[in-house]
């Protein structure tokens, strides 16, 4: 990562809400005439949001391709949509409600707020979890690496976001449902992909959902969730509660409590685990892949550790994140500088104040939360690559609104503890196992915006040779 393009992105100073007389129209950021803003928002939105918060301030407007997006971005906005205000002003169902009927489904957690999103997530929670893989981390470890066995092989140049989509389906696949849909995978990329670009963030034009190749993935991808309640009932046995998994749980819920988890919503959400996991894992591990090795200081510390984590036995899942500190750095730098999710959606509940500016019931709403992390004021020489942020007595990211890779406010990601072994236990065995290169030492990443934040796909690396 250069530091030449460093930005002076300290916050400014006050956001305190003035009275409704003095509220102001959102400053619209100067575009070019008829499209805006969409060159730069497509090119690099998280910096693109960082540079407008500096010139501009925390509430902004953005003109793409004809729409205006209303933004609320910063620290600011990280810390706002962790408040009872936060909570009342915003409401998330409009952002997510094409997603679930398109499913034929009645509701999903995304979409809901208040009684009805604390009783689902409860429900989800323990299965989403990292209790969800307690006392499997060796199962785990073995599932990573007999599948990077496969897809890695010496002397091949491996697509990386494409064979870390196999990784993950494998991973979650055994962790939350007890199976791994292989076969599905293509299916399961495609769906999310047209679900995300055209009915969620509104990136792409409603026709692609015509698309025969759209419809065969959607119809193949429901067609697992019914196959999947079909072996769940039937089952002559009910699952031992050490080994319950998250359709154990939801399946449990539907039969207690039908209308919270009606027979609609099943298909939808046995594939949930994919939609929620597919594109941010396997895009955080590529991205995690090009920044280790690009950095050979890191990739020699990272490599010392897991040699000697990997080659102790047993494994002790009790110290496993804490066992190895600049992988951990690595990886969280990483989503500092590459978060999947720049913004949150969601829709303004009511009217109300914002750095003293009106936002007006049904707006809909961008949460620029992933700004501070390319703010010096937070992260001096933001720019830089430096896995020791985060330790004590540093620890840039505990400052209040400076770190959201995983969201903010209620709807932070329910499978943040999973996800953050499942990221540690794939580079581990990645940087175990292989000798990798980029493609040349001068390489510098191609990113995508669309549908998630991450790798472009044609991002490949060499293995060179097998280190274990
Ligand atoms: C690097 C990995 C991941 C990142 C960066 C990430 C990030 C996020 C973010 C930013 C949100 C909030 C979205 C919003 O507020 O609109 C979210 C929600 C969620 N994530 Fe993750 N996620 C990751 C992996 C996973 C995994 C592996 C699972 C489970 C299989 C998962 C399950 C969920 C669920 C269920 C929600 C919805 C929570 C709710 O609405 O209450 N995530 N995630």
């Known amino acids: 990562m250069s530091t030449s393009d460093t930005l002076d992105l300290s916050p400014t100073p006050s956001q305190t809400t003035p009275p409704p007389s003095s509220d102001r129209v959102p400053p619209l950021v100067k575009g070019l005439p008829l499209i805006g803003s969409t ?25 793409v391709f004809g729409n205006q997006l ?14 009872r205000e936060g909570r009342d002003c915003l409401r998330s169902r409009e952002a997510w409600e094409p997603l679930y009927k398109e499913f034929g489904a009645s509701k999903m957690l995304s979409a809901e707020d208040g009684e009805m999103h604390k009783a689902l997530r409860t429900v989800m929670k323990r299965g989403f979890s990292k209790d969800a893989i307690k006392g499997r981390y060796q199962d785990m470890l073995d599932i990573t690496r007999d599948t990077l066995l ?7 140049q491996v697509p990386v976001v494409e064979a870390m989509q196999f990784l993950v389906v494998d991973q979650l696949g055994t962790a939350l449902t007890g199976q791994s849909p292989r076969e599905y995978v293509k299916d399961i990329r495609t769906t999310i992909l047209y679900i995300l670009n055209v009915l969620v963030t509104q990136q792409r034009p409603k026709f692609l ?9 959607k ?6 969730g019914r196959q999947m309640v079909r072996d769940y009932r039937s089952k002559s046995i009910a699952t031992p509660d050490e080994y319950k998994t998250l359709i154990d749980d939801i399946m449990d819920a539907h039969q207690r409590d039908p209308e919270l988890i009606p027979e609609s919503d099943l298909a939808m959400l046995m594939a949930g685990p994919y939609v929620a996991g597919l594109d941010t894992v396997a895009n955080t591990t590529s991205a995690i892949v090009y920044t280790v090795l690009k950095h050979p200081e890191v990739l020699r510390r990272v490599q010392a550790e897991v040699d000697a984590v990997m080659d102790a036995q047993p494994i002790n899942e009790d110290d496993y994140m804490r066992s190895m500190p600049a992988l951990y750095g690595a990886i969280m730098e990483t989503m500092r500088l590459y978060p999947i999710a720049v913004a949150q959606i969601r829709i303004a509940n009511k009217d109300f104040s914002f750095g003293g500016c009106r936002i007006h019931e049904g707006e809909m709403i961008y949460l620029g939360t992933a700004v ?26 505990l400052q209040p609104g400076a770190y959201s890779p995983y969201g903010r406010g209620h709807h932070t990601c ?11 236990m794939s580079m581990a065995q990645l940087f175990y196992l292989f000798d990798l290169e980029l493609p040349s030492p001068d390489y510098v990443l191609k990113t995508k915006t669309a549908p998630t934040p991450g790798p472009a796909m044609s991002f490949k690396v060499k293995v060179r040779a097998r280190r274990h």
């Not at 959902?209 to 993935?217: G, N, T």
């Not at 119809?219 to 697992?224: G, I, P, Q, V």
């Not at 992390?373 to 985060?390: G, L, M, T």
């Open 372 to 397: 501070p992390h390319f703010q010096d004021a937070f992260y001096p020489d933001a720019e830089v690559f430096d896995i020791d942020r985060y330790a004590r007595p540093r620890a840039e990211h």
């Open 219 to 224: 119809a193949r991808m429901l067609e697992l």
């Open 39 to 63: 060159l730069p928002m497509a090119r690099d939105p998280a910096r693109f949001f960082a540079r407008c918060y500096r010139d501009y301030g925390p509430v902004y407007r953005v003109n």
């Open 414 to 424: 329910l499978g943040k503890s999973l996800a953050e072994v499942l990221l540690m």
């Open 150 to 156: 496969r897809d890695w092989t010496v002397g091949s």
């Open 70 to 83: 209303t933004v609320i971005a910063g620290a600011e906005a990280a810390t706002f949509m962790g408040t």
């Open 209 to 217: 959902m015509k698309l025969p190749r759209y419809r065969r993935a």
